[in-house]
């Protein structure tokens, strides 16, 4: 059976079993702090979340879940931040098994590669640099966390916390100052939302990315069209969301806040709009401009093949070049020196479209059933097709065909909407026969 899947359908098979297993752990008494049995679309709810690295919760993690339900849901973080079937292909290296042309392929589509070369070395050099910055990320952060909860627990909240930003999954202990508070208690502390933000970008910007830049150093111009998309359109939209943030939130939730307390807050807050899901102002205060700039930021995502969603900056930066190209009446869009093929253009757009439609839809329905605001919903519905986590509060209030609508959200988010929707069709062979072509009004 395994043998007739495609690599497609055993990655989103995989995923589905993963997040069943965590379900199965989560719903243990001895995983809840009150030592009873957690309902199933709740832990379901807990796991998705975890495995698609979202971060929506509708529990508290730091109050309602013991160590060992926050140990799945880090396990689950881990795993579905750098894939499952990533780590299962290190293991596999490290037992000395010959992967094969079939797993190799899977691997590759794991990784959205189109090469199946030196994919072994590839993914060790993932994991072992995923380690060096969560590691790094650890060491960091046990300053101030040793400092605010002693030497046992920060530590363990460091190491938490490090996973949940590198990984892009926003879940946080910070629930014992607050519930539900994330780091608005921390908003101000230099070392906390400079680390959380690095690991944030990097995790984001994507694995060959980092090959890229591995084996070229700072040489721009030796880098592929591809890490120089990341790279660029990553800076426009972290840049750019900070300065909007700052003059949107000037009089709102910014006021009175000195200057350089305000920088950070607004960068902070458009690094983790990217996928990270963590935050360190009132999301239920901020203004309408600034909940439409979150909803375009958690739309555009991070960068293809690494732990973040989204749209990927790839396809945004398709997709406007594109336009660009069509309103100076080019005949191909470039960029960088290189044109971009048809197919590239196509598959940016449809990846909007789904994306778009599968948001619109889920919208839809939730405010069908509950009477909720239209931008409380619209900002949890991109929240979750993106895999961000941030939410202005609605998510606890959700009722139960709204939490499966987010489940399946985020869901898709992770896996890839146009991907999945694909994975469970069969391809059919082109027709023999060509219709004629004729041409239609557009616009």
């Not at 906390?192 to 150093?217: A, K, Q």
């Not at 398709?318 to 869009?333: D, E, G, H, N, Q």
């Not at 409380?376 to 979750?384: C, G, P, W």
Request: charged share 15%; aromatic share 10%; hydrophobic share 50%.
């Amino acid at each position: 059976m395994i043998k007739k899947l495609t690599n497609v359908q055993i990655i989103a098979i995989g995923f589905l079993l993963l997040v069943l297993v965590g379900t199965g752990l989560l719903m243990l008494p001895f995983a809840s702090a009150e030592g009873e049995r957690t309902s199933f679309l709740t832990a379901l709810f807990t796991a998705v979340s975890a495995s698609c690295v979202t971060g929506l919760v509708l529990v508290d993690t730091a109050t309602h879940w013991t160590v060992f339900g926050q140990l799945v849901i880090l396990f689950l973080i881990q795993t579905g931040g750098l894939g499952f079937i990533t780590i299962a292909t290190v293991f596999l290296s490290f037992a000395r098994k010959n992967l094969g042309l079939k797993n190799r392929a899977l691997m590759a589509e794991s990784l959205n590669s189109d090469k199946i070369a030196g994919l072994k070395e590839t993914t060790k050099r993932i994991l072992r640099w995923t380690l060096i910055f969560e590691g790094a990320g650890t060491l960091l952060l046990s300053v101030p966390f040793i400092r605010e909860f002693g030497a046992l627990k920060g530590l363990y909240y460091a190491v938490f916390h490090s996973v949940s930003a590198f990984c892009n999954a926003g879940f946080d202990l910070m629930g014992v100052r607050g519930r539900f508070s994330s780091f608005e208690t921390m908003s101000d502390d230099i070392i906390v939302n400079i680390v959380f933000m690095l690991l944030i970008s990097i995790g984001g910007i994507g694995f060959y990315v980092w090959e890229d830049v591995r084996r070229n150093g700072l040489k721009f111009r030796r880098y592929a069209l591809h890490t120089k998309l990341a790279l660029t359109v990553s800076a426009i939209l972290t840049f750019g969301g900070a300065i909007l943030f700052l003059v949107f939130e000037s009089g709102g939730v910014l006021t009175g806040v000195p200057l350089h307390k305000a920088i950070l807050r607004s960068l902070f807050q458009s690094v983790t709009c990217r996928t990270a899901g963590f935050n360190t102002i009132d999301l239920g205060a901020i203004s309408t401009p600034s909940l439409l700039l979150s909803c375009f930021l958690m739309f555009s995502g991070g960068s293809t093949g690494s732990t973040a969603g989204g749209i990927k900056t790839s396809t945004i930066a398709v997709v406007f070049i594109f336009l660009f190209t069509s309103l100076r009446a080019r005949r191909r869009p470039m960029l960088f020196g290189r044109s971009l093929s048809d197919e590239a253009v196509k598959k940016a757009s449809g990846v909007i479209c789904f994306n778009a439609a599968l948001i619109f839809i889920g919208a839809v329905i939730i405010t069908a059933v509950q009477n909720l605001s239209l931008g409380d919903v619209l900002f949890e519905t991109f929240s979750a097709m993106g895999t961000v986590g941030m939410t202005t509060g609605i998510t606890r209030t959700l009722a139960p065909i709204s939490k499966c609508v987010i489940i399946v959200l985020m869901f898709f988010g992770r896996v890839g909407s146009v991907t999945l929707a694909s994975a469970f069709f069969e391809k059919r062979a082109e027709p023999r026969v060509m219709y004629p072509v004729e041409e239609i009004s557009i616009g």
